[in-house]
């Protein structure tokens, strides 16, 4: 039986949500994309949680966001630690600042009583002040994690609490403000239809700050596969850098510098010994970073081995990544003549092999619906393919091919629109 084995996740991330008509309701959850995440919470997309789905709390925003795990299985367990801090159990107990509370359920039946523990309701400091807390216990403080607040007064908070508080936070955890940056209007009129657009923003969103800002994917580590996969094609650095044996039989465990001018090659057991030989921690089983023996530049573990990850499991992620965007055309200029009316709209577009829907510059009839594009939604519901129709010239008044009449395009709705969702 063969496993498909699945690259790392390029982001997955823990957030918390605060209600913008009441600062007191807050929410804790984790999904490897904030942007479509806050629209199901908000109801502008399907899913989201029964918590968040109180019209009296809606719009959420997100206060911050907390990535960098090895995996989403660690995101999790971040998670439901940040949650549940008055029981996890990677916080000792002299550490604690949540104090358990225990609740008692009767049974209306037999009258039996049973004890659980009861759901705290934490103000945003006691949420800021066990995520501080989080980061510097031991089940975390290795871990490569970056905190990333939207809301300025929500940043002002966790800064007077990190003034207060005794332990500092590992130097190689980042935390900075991250408000999303003013974004100049753009002329419509020459804009290409609107699929593009949304596609063309979000690209262009990345890196300006704010939730659109995030990077969920793999874009940050494309000029190192492709450096990657350039150096063992050529077969030039075909030895460890480190222990000088030959990699060949190891090719799925090579690491590779990420210097574009380092051609350093490394088996994954030998650059972990020398990062952690060099690290002051002695219990340590796994090494957060490190300088090339080669060229003395400073990595990441976790970018190598996402990337090895990346580049031996992710096949199609990788020909997706590499493969050039193509850029829309604007629309067709009005008034071509001695064409018909669909071929004068289709001759401003350019053609999108990554998306199957078809594209209409013309307002649709009444029994059509537009429907979004969402690059990041991996379910396709449906895909329809039209046959290719042949225009037949109006000043003939002849049929030369025999056509009937015309008959109705009928598209039924989807089952799956009836789908319960389950958080």
Known sequence: MSIDLKPIPAFYCCYLLRSTLRHTALYVGSTP????????????????AVRTARNHLRPWEMACIISGFPSNIAALQFEWAWQNTHLTKRISDEQRLTARETKVDVS????????????LRASLTDKLSNLHLLLRVPSFARWPLEVRFFCKDVYDVWLRWSERVNGEIRPGV????????????????????????????????????????????????????????????????NR??????????????????????CKAVFHMTCLAQSFLDKESQENAVLPTSGKCPQCKSELQWVNLVKEM??????????????????????????GNKGLPADAAADE????????????????????????????????????????????????????????????????????????????
Not at 108 to 119: D, F, H, M, S, T
Not at 250 to 259: D, E, G, K, M, R
Not at 388 to 414: A, C, F, K, Q, Y
């Open 309 to 334: 990850s990346l580049r031996v499991r992710g096949e199609a992620d990788v020909a997706k990544l590499m493969k050039k965007p193509k850029k829309p055309k604007a629309k067709a200029v009005k």
């Open 33 to 48: 994309n904030p942007p479509r995440r806050l629209a199901q919470h908000n109801g502008v997309a399907r899913g989201g």
């Open 108 to 119: 209306p039946k037999r009258g039996r009583a049973r004890k659980r523990p009861a759901r």
């Open 174 to 237: 980042k935390v900075f403000l991250d408000v999303k940056q003013p974004v100049e209007p753009s002329d419509e009129s020459a804009e290409p239809p609107r699929a593009q657009i949304n596609r063309a923003r979000k690209r262009e969103a990345i890196g300006k700050g704010g939730i659109e800002g995030v990077d969920v994917g793999y874009s940050k580590l494309k000029d190192h596969v492709a450096k990657s996969l350039v150096v063992l094609a050529e077969g030039e650095a």
């Open 240 to 261: 460890c850098a480190i222990c000088v044996e030959n990699i060949e039989n190891q090719a799925q465990t090579v690491l590779v510098c990420s210097l574009a001018i």
């Open 348 to 423: 401003g577009l350019e053609e999108d092999d990554s998306d199957t829907n078809t594209v209409f510059e013309e307002p649709l009839p009444d029994d059509w619906h537009f429907q979004e594009d969402n690059d990041d939604d991996r379910m396709s519901v449906a895909s329809i393919s039209s046959n290719s129709s042949t225009w037949l010239d109006p000043r003939s008044h002849t049929n030369p091919i025999g056509l009937g009449p015309r008959l109705e395009v009928v598209i039924d709705d989807s089952d799956w629109d009836d789908v319960e969702v389950l958080d």
